[in-house]
């Protein structure tokens, strides 16, 4: 087998990897209304269900990194997902509240090995190929959190339990998945082991730190819309359980769309004015959802928060990487924490709010926080940040192009 048939076979699988994530993870937080009457979990008590698995992700995603330096990230990924799998085929056989606390603890350590290992992956690959191709990948994990929350709407349709709903996803995607990672390429030189060796200098993490802000306030969002968006449209709104499926569903599809035409905006404006335009446009959907007086015009406010978070994460990855272009392994891996910072907070916050005031009213907090990234935006940096063909293929920046890789639209 030749060098670039195995590292397309590896592009290819690992682009599967990141479908399966998007399907498994659509499937679990779309149905999570039907996941709290089928255990009697109550409002107050959601919160602490929903950030156990941010918790032990991040935990789990430290763990990893440790892990990979003796088995490998392919052979973490190898056996991380069909441990998530099965951890989403827990939650709907349970039958009692510990079950659903087993299983979402094992579906949280599990998913925190299998992030953190995916996007290395990525991140080797691409400096295999010597240009960006993780847009590639993230995209496939928006197409597979569509098909998810389409599969989860046809089970509220039907009145599926949530066993039978999640059984043939996981019957269909166990076996491929396993079998597809049989060509992951794990890759590490020594100029990737020097790079973590640098680390990010004295001071560097200061530096670092308002991204570090800024992606903790867009996962707050994110999260804000993959925990609460079914549970707000249904007991808030109004909405049927199987309408209360659509609006991750619909943020998908936008998530989608802005990651395809992202790149574009980023070119021709620069990455100050992408991010500025879709903080804008994220808190306007807040806003929208918070004020809606039915159903569907929450879903417009949804469509307009898939719009604007989609550009904030991955320009945030971008400027870590322009930011220490001699260590961007380094800077993105300690950046990433703070999604698990951000989903942590976003949650219980939302929920907690939620419970002492109003859902209406909590919305206002994300919203908020997301509009903190207007005050960061030149952190972003105004020069270098357009990305250009030229400027992507030239040898010479491929540290950046490796270091803006991990979620670029």
Known sequence: MTADVRLRRGRGSLGFSFFVQGVTFALLVTRIPAIQDRY???DGLLPAFLAAVPILA???SVATEHLVKRIGAATVL???QPLVLLA???????TQMWHAALALGAFGLSVGALDASMNMLGVSLQRAYGRSIMLGFHAAYSLGGILGASAAWAGAHWHLSLFTSYLPAVVVLLPLAFHGSRFYVDRQDAEDRAAVEKGLGAGGFRLLLPLCLVMACAYIGDSTVS?????????VLGSSEQLATVPYNVYMVTTLIGRAVGDLGVRRFGAVAVVRIGTVVAAGGFAVVAAA???WTGMLGFTLLGIGLCVIVPQTFAAAGRLFPGASDTAIARLNIFNYVGFLIGSPLVGGIGDAWSYRGAMLVPMALVLVTLFQARSFGAEGARYGVG???RAGDRAVDVG???NEV
């Open 40 to 42: 009697g979990i109550s």
């Open 58 to 60: 991040g935990a789990s």
């Open 78 to 80: 190898r056996w991380a």
């Open 88 to 94: 989403l085929l827990g939650v709907g056989a349970g």
């Open 227 to 235: 925990n609460w968006s079914a549970k707000y449209l249904q007991d």
């Open 293 to 295: 007086p039915g159903a």
């Open 391 to 393: 400027h992507e293929r």
């Open 404 to 406: 803006r890789g991990g």
